[in-house]
């Protein structure tokens, strides 16, 4: 036989000295029960931004997880948390799974971020229909793109080929990232839009030999679409700021290419636009040679705070993160105020756990607590007071 409840133990009959104490436990886990909530789902009762966002700068540390950023601020300055970015003031662990595995890449990682919605690994912003190589999947819009539908100003600025996973997935569709000459012909022939305005890498000798075997002149073909094409980009500094579309080149992967100088040229371009602008920024801070990747996420750092002090009291939403983790870390003893890199290693595989998110500007409050890389589209078109379509 079931027991009669005990009414002692109802609310009502709680001695008056307990009844506060109640009132604040049960205040307390209420409290915490709609905070679990909302951190499970940040999207789900999201308000938009009190102020919309002019402009959207989204810096991307390929393979920049934790233990890169910790070493690199160690390496740079002697201690760690001493980089601009941990001074941003909205932070958050983001999810860097791809559609059908835990581990991801920087096209299918690249995708969820710019596109809102996860692909395969290999695929560049189709969707998970995709089969890498063989088949299509339907193209995924992305945030380049809704930028450029909505008259704003768009770039791309990579130390990696220009052509590769995670500058391509801003602004190209194709079912595998290895396809650069059909991928940078996109910059001609965009699928949503008039095409990203400026475009500023590395890749030239190996995006000429597969653009001529599709019979693409890129010479020909974009100062055709408005387009000043400088091939080799030796002379960007001679980039007037009233040139309004670039693409530039330089030489596949140069160990000293002009990030920070590239950056400039791009914003001296895309800042004059009165409807604003979208830019995306990749520093690529994972190789073996562990100098070398600590030494560019330093200087990755340092192009973060110069364009956050550019563009100080202008409504942009500046966001830092990275499209996947990468196994380098500290397996021995270090000791403080010794150099660091004796007792690193590196693995030389990407890692599947959660990367950090840092954000400032309109829209930045929402970067809070963990959540799916597709939220970051979510928060960048929230910022601009857009709606997917």
Known sequence: MPRAADPSLAFGALHPRFRPLHLLIAATLALGAAACSSSSDPSAAAAPPAKLAKNVVLFVGDGTGLATIHASSVHGHGKPQA???????????????AASTWNTDSAAGMTAIVTGQKTHVGVVSQGPAAKRGEVDGPPLKTILEYAEEHGLATGVVSNSPITDATPAACYAHSNDRDKWGEIFSQIAEPR????????IGPGRERIQRET?????????ELPGRGYQFIEPAAHLDAVGAESKRLVALFENEPQDFPLAAAVDKALSILESHPKGFFLMVES????TDIKKSLDLMVQFDAIIEQTAERLKGTDTLIVFTADHSFDIHFPLAATKGEDILPSMAVVGKHTAEEVLVLAEGPGAERVKGFFPNTYLFEIMMSAYGWAPN
Request: no cysteine.
């Open 284 to 287: 690529n801070n994972h190789y």
């Open 192 to 199: 949503f839009g008039d095409g990203v305005d400026v475009v």
């Open 83 to 97: 980089f601009y970015i941990h001074s941003m003031p909205h932070m958050g662990l983001s999810d860097t799974s």
């Open 212 to 220: 001529a075997k599709l019979g693409f002149d890129a010479a020909k």
